[in-house]
């Protein structure tokens, strides 16, 4: 399998990174530990999570889905096979949140207890704090580098400004940089990321690895009308697109995946995989049966010809 570095770290990553946000939340415990394992398996190790997953759900308080990984490298013992990336930054509680130097020490102890190790690989954070200098969080993320707990940095959900600010920033203070962007990013989602932010990550090469690639399933093609988002979890997420341009994304992806005998699904991350600014697109599943289709997807390689068609059906209008 084709290994990708990420951004200019030192951190060389698979095609696709396996988003950690439905344990605790959509999978349990030990249906979480048989996609981790059939992850490896398929030849995978990125795994993206975030101190916050999964908070908003009923009874959650944050941190179940790194408790959840933690148990499971503690009984797989297999730690050193895994690249690990989490986040910090969005509410875990009243005045537990944002990017200042004090708030990172608490939260990377938080995160590191909870995943039973004692280094993050891809430390992230998970939205701009407009309320901290962006040097003392790039002198805080120093700090835990030096003292071997993080590997690399990353930011998610920044603005252009922001983000072209910050490597500013690290290159003349001589601090971490940023090696990586999670923006929003998928085939029904193309305006936040395509454009300036798209252009200053190429640029600066900043590794993307865009989260709702498959805007919350709608692109798997498994809804095509209301009454398909009755009884699930994700449902009332899709509603947006389900109009003409939503539609019109759909149809192409449904005559590339014929040609090449595949899934819908599994065309709309090839896509991904194939954009030159994208490093590796982060996808979820909540069964065994998902996880082998996404697996798939990373041995597509789309024609020039698919690609302009997927494109011309997905570009935005305005």
Known sequence: M???QLGQSSLTVPPITFGCNVFGWTTDEATSFKL???????????LD?????????PGN??????TIIGKWLKARSNRDKVILATKLGIEMAPGKKGLSAAYMKTAVEDSLRRLQTDYIDLYQSHRDDPDTPIEETLTAYAGLIKAGKVREIGASNFSA?????????SSEKGLPRYQ?????YSLVERTEFEGPLEALCLKEKVGVIGYYSLASGFLTGKYRSKTDMQGRTRGSRVEKYLNDDGFAVIKALDEVAKKYEAKPGQIAIAWLIARPSVTAPIVS???????????EAAEIELDPESIAKIDAASKPKN
């Open 2 to 4: 084709e290994k990708r």
């Open 36 to 46: 981790l394992d059939a992850w490896l398996d398929a030849g995978f190790n990125f």
């Open 49 to 57: 999570t975030a101190d916050v997953y999964s908070r908003w759900h």
């Open 61 to 66: 308080s944050g941190g179940e889905s790194e």
């Open 161 to 169: 400004d922001r983000l072209a600010e910050s490597l500013k920033i």
């Open 180 to 184: 990586s962007l999670q923006p929003l």
């Open 285 to 295: 599943a909540t069964n065994l049966e998902q996880l082998a289709e996404l697996a």
